[in-house]
């Protein structure tokens, strides 16, 4: 039952975030129309011109993200138990088989991208491989596959999407201030909303990021519970996960960029808690251990 609950409940919480984040992206589009004194205009331009950058990425991402950390396609001749496990949990979720790629990394660690479960990747290092014994591999993928199967990669992506828009928009606002004239008047309601909107052209970019970090945090949960949904061994996942945490490794291509992407942060000890893509390895082991 609390494994079906923990889904539900991870779901409305990241639906919560990503409200707020969408909150932040037009409170920002109000700051620009305002303080460049283009009325709606100046937050229609600012707006498409952020999401048409962003878009482009989102339908690109996947061969972007593998490429960056230097995955190549899984030799089914080599890797043959890793490119069945894949195929076998795909089979048992209901969805396509992804692409198997293989990471040349000491570090054990692995993640999932594609914008949907027809055009989606699961990537694993050969530290992982190496270390992993099948329940826990098969731990790992089905967390993988269930980012993919609950269309958390595109999840993920358009909070990417959204954190981006925030501060292109945010530097829009900032050069057509300087170089195009923004309002000049500074007297009583006007110079409140004047500081209102700079203070959220300033704040903005960085308050979109930490609320894209807590809906990646929420949805490594939301992962753990659905790979406990998908092969009914919580005992898998949560040893792989120990042996993920104590490796303190990082993964060599791993960047700011891509770490949300992994099933624990491929960038260990670089950033406080408040600003990790992942929950405490610690927390995800004790939820699994409710669960089983």
Do not use: C
Not at 139 to 147: D, T
């Amino acid at each position: 039952m609390e494994l079906y609950e923990s889904v539900n409940r991870n779901k409305r919480n990241s639906l919560l975030l990503m409200l707020l984040m969408l909150a932040v992206v037009f409170a920002t589009a109000w700051a620009i129309s305002y303080l460049v004194n283009m009325g709606a205009f100046g937050a229609i331009l600012a707006l498409v011109i952020a999401f048409a950058y962003a878009i482009g990425g989102y339908y690109y991402s996947d061969k972007i993200v593998l490429s960056m950390s230097g995955a190549k396609p899984a030799d089914r001749r080599v890797h043959a138990h890793y490119v069945n496990t894949v195929e076998g949990l795909a089979i048992a979720a209901g969805i396509p088989s992804p692409a198997a790629y293989v990471i040349e990394d000491d570090a054990p660690n692995a993640f999932a991208t594609g914008r949907d479960p027809q055009h989606a990747a699961v990537a694993v290092t050969t530290g992982l491989l190496k270390t992993m014994d099948r329940y826990e591999l098969e731990g790992v993928l089905a967390h993988e596959l269930s980012h993919v199967k609950n269309y958390d990669v595109r999840f993920a992506t358009i909070a990417v999407v959204l954190v981006g828009a925030v501060a292109i928009m945010g530097d829009i606002a900032i050069r057509m201030m300087f170089f195009g004239g923004g309002r000049r008047d500074g007297k009583g309601g006007n110079a409140i909303l004047m500081v209102v909107g700079i203070a959220l052209i300033i704040l903005a970019p960085i308050f979109a990021q930490l609320v894209h970090l807590a809906i990646s945090r929420k949805r490594e949960f939301l992962a753990d519970a659905s790979a406990v949904q998908l092969t009914r061994n919580p005992l898998g996942l949560s040893s792989a996960l120990e042996k993920i945490g104590k490796s303190k490794m990082r993964v060599k291509n791993a960047t700011d960029a891509t770490a949300s992407l992994y099933i624990a942060n491929p960038i260990p000890n670089k950033l406080m808690s408040l600003f990790s893509t992942h929950p405490p390895i610690e927390e995800r082991i004790a939820a699994l251990k409710r669960i089983g």
